[in-house]
């Protein structure tokens, strides 16, 4: 249901609403209040995202445009709204009451200021007692929030604030695609790949007033944030520990390929250690080729941005011609371990001494295969399409 206003508003409202009778009301009125006591221009949009209770009733009553959202999840609901919106800036908000809408003066500025995205921040803007769950207030969102600023620098202290405003455009061209509460997270991560400038504003958050319990579900959801922040990470994903444990296997090979190494004279390590560096180097390799096709493939499909480090420098023919070093010296290590074995005419060796060469020449061997197959992958996901 459209307004008679057909001017264009500055601001939009955006609320996704699922059985919200008991505050959606009260929401939209905190809205239009900001909205007439700042003079702003804007609308309140709600969206239905499947209410089998009074909410939408009630949310039109008290002045709001009603969009209807089929497809469920908190995401889903609010990319909805966000299409349907007017407005050059959209604040979206929860429909529970624990966000005042009459204080989103500071996001609005922020936009005002040349921010494309402002994120509240409930940390420094004050927690009421029983409005955020002690798993959510000490281990949820500061961990989740954590991993954020360090896989992308992203300078925001709070994540997960369901108060935040945006410039509408700038957010649409982002092409989001998830459809639950990790769309909370999406947001975030796409602006920042796409550099936009981020704000944030202290704000409150008061205890909702819901009479039931939140749709959130604390472990599915928060699991669902943190598979999205690695998927966008490649590099924390695979790259950083591909590397850790490539250096790990290489130490212990350096140290044991001479011989035993006694850390007393009663304990030390030998090739049943060696054996778990090769390992260690092998699921290494793996790891490394994983972070650069699935960076090859998030840039093909638009998820992540282009970027320019090494990672572009590796080609097909690099790669293959990569695998092709690793493999001859694994080879050279069998053919050094027949020679071994035709000196004592195919008879006993020790098997200790046969044993380290062994490793080092299957270590060499997998691994030069491992990089010749990520190779011919690499060149079939750069196949382009006519």
Known sequence: METADESVPEVSFVIPCLNEERTIAQCVGWARRYLQESGTLGEVVVVDNGCTDGSAALAMAAGARIVSVAEKGYGAALMGGIVAARGRFVVMGDADASYDFRLSGPLIAGLRAGKKLMVGNRFQGGIAPGAMPPLHRYLGNPVLSFLGRLFFKIPVGDFHCGLRAFDRQAILALDLRTTGM??????????????????????????????????????????????????????????????????????????????????????????????????????????????LLARQYAVKQGILPPTHNWLDAVTVERLLLAALVVLLI?????????????????????????????????????????????????????????
Not at 232 to 239: A, E, G, K, N, V
């Open 182 to 291: 990790e769309f909370a997270s999406e947001i975030i991560v796409r602006a920042a790949l796409a550099g936009l400038p981020i704000g944030e504003a202290p704000l409150p958050l008061a205890k909702d007033g819901r009479d039931r319990k939140s749709h959130m579900r604390s472990w599915r959801d928060g699991w669902r944030h943190l598979r999205f922040l690695l998927l966008y990470s490649p590099r924390w994903l695979y790259l950083y520990p591909g590397i850790a444990m490539i250096v790990f296997g290489v130490l212990i090979a350096g140290l044991l390929l001479p011989g035993p190494f006694m850390i007393t004279p009663q304990v030390g390590l030998d090739v049943h250690t060696l054996l778990v560096g090769a390992l260690s180097i092998l699921v290494g390799v793996q790891s490394i080729t994983f972070a």
């Open 330 to 386: 694994g080879t050279g290590g069998i053919v050094y371990a027949m020679q071994l074995w035709s000196s004592v005419h195919f008879g006993a060796l020790d098997y200790r001494n046969v044993m380290r060469i062994m490793i080092v020449a299957t270590t060499g061997i997998v691994g030069g295969l491992q990089l010749g197959f990520a190779a011919f992958l690499l060149g079939v996901m750069e196949i382009k399409r006519r």
